[in-house]
């Protein structure tokens, strides 16, 4: 993954509240106004966004692309607008709201997919480090770094919580017909509303 830096990593958070408010101004706005302030994040690369209420911290939404199918600038463009209108959890964000909503961007590693055994994959796996995907059939999961951070729990517990975001039984990522996936994230937020962006650790 390559490395950002922090001037760059502001540039993605404020693409991403521009992208939600030219889209609450206007729907049927062109995003490509927003791609082209972008288009020096022409790789390839996964990308989430995550919206949560200040000062609380209550999740609002997050989407993202967990592969590199698109250009990273793309990515957040389009994560932002779907964690502001179609993440399914939520309503849609209002215009008021967005001056209440902190905007974060997690800029994703490569998918290491992982095997061996039950207990090479718990070792394997280093909380706030470590990002979860895990895929079985047409079920899917995801999990963020920050979230087992949160939430403290260990590797088994990661595990079990990525199956049941997914969808499936916790104790699924044992099984061998499952395909299960680790990845890093380098990550910025604003500190308020529209205000100073700084790389979260």
Partial sequence: ????????????????RNA???TLKSPIAK????????????????????LSHYPL????????????????GKAVVDSAISAAFDDPRFVSVSFNELTELIIEVSVLSELEPMSGTEKEKLKSIKIGRDGL?????????????????EE????????????????IPVDYWKQ?????????????????PM???????
């Fill in 176 to 192: 061998k017909n499952v395909r299960l996936y680790k990845f890093t994230t380098q990550v910025f937020k604003e500190e308020e």
């Fill in 1 to 16: 993954m390559k490395k950002l830096t922090l001037r760059e990593g502001e540039e993605l958070v404020h693409a991403a």
């Fill in 20 to 22: 939600i408010e030219l």
């Fill in 133 to 149: 995907m895990i895929e079985y059939g047409i079920y899917s999961g995801l999990l963020l770094p920050v979230v087992a951070v």
């Fill in 57 to 72: 911290g209550a999740l609002r939404g997050c989407v993202g692309f967990p592969r590199p199918s698109t250009t990273l």
């Fill in 152 to 167: 403290k729990w260990n590797a088994e517990e990661f595990l079990d919580a990525v199956c049941e975001k997914a969808g």
């Fill in 31 to 50: 995003k490509t106004v927003v791609y082209e302030s972008l288009k020096d994040f022409d790789w390839p690369s996964g990308a989430f966004v995550t």
């Fill in 195 to 201: 205000g100073k962006v700084t790389e979260v650790k």
